[in-house]
Each structure stands twice: as structure tokens, then as C-alpha cells.
Nanobody, 121 residues
Framework: QVQLVESGGGSVQAGGSLRLSCGAS????????MGWYRQAPGKQRELVAT???????NYADSVKGRFTISRDSAKSTVYLQMNSLRPEDTAVYYC???????????????WGQGTQVTVSS
């Protein structure tokens, strides 16, 4: 199996910063991409940022210029530095990884358990 464990969530005032971390472990041959998604109450889960092989990154328009995703491939870890936080960033943030467990196998999506981020005005 593959486990994703997130950390770094919490409560902060608007304008503050938080850094999320997510480490992948278990039966992993290769990780093609890692990223962050979030889900606010009453809303669908949405993409925040992704990092794919070759250090290509993609951000939601709402976080561009404020959030930065980085990845340590050697440690199968992804980070999300969140600056200039706004109340509308309040959500549960989920780590995602696209994992190939053995050579030749298909890639499969795995999710972390989620970490709460609350931004107060």
C-alpha cells in the first residue's frame, strides 16, 4: 500500500503564512506527480497546485503569486508554502500523488487524510 501523511495545517490570521508538508511511503516504484487540493465546506474539491516530473508546476489562478509548491523527489515529499493567506483559503487541504507501485504497472492516485487550514479576518 501507499500512505500519504500531511502536516503543517493550522489557524492563522489573514496575511499570514503556513507551510504544508506531505510525505509518501510504502510500496512505491515511481511518483509521476504530487500536488495539493482543497475542499471548503459545501464546495467541491479543487486543485491548488501540482508538481510533475521535470519540476513542472501548475497553480490555481486564485493562489498564483501567493502559494509555492516544491518537491523533494528523493524523499517523496511535497511542500506547499502559503503566503498572504486570505479567509477564502480556509479549507481542508489534501495531498495527492500519482504513483506507480511496480515497474510496468499503471499509475494510481493516492490521497492523504487532509489537514485543516483556517484563515481568520
Amino acid at each position: 500500500q501507499v500512505q500519504l501523511v500531511e502536516s503543517g495545517g493550522g489557524s492563522v490570521q489573514a496575511g499570514g503564512s503556513l507551510r504544508l508538508s506531505c510525505g509518501a511511503s510504502g510500496s512505491i516504484f515511481r511518483i509521476n506527480a504530487m500536488g495539493w487540493y482543497r475542499q471548503a465546506p459545501g464546495k467541491q474539491r479543487e486543485l491548488v497546485a501540482t508538481s510533475t516530473t521535470g519540476d513542472r508546476t501548475n497553480y490555481a489562478d486564485s493562489v498564483k503569486g501567493r502559494f509555492t509548491i516544491s518537491r523533494d523527489s528523493a524523499k517523496s515529499t511535497v511542500y506547499l508554502q502559503m503566503n498572504s493567506l486570505r479567509p477564502e483559503d480556509t479549507a481542508v487541504y489534501y495531498c495527492n500523488a500519482l504513483v506507480q507501485r511496480i515497474v510496468g504497472a499503471r499509475f494510481t492516485d493516492y490521497w492523504g487524510q487532509g489537514t485543516q487550514v483556517t484563515v481568520s479576518s
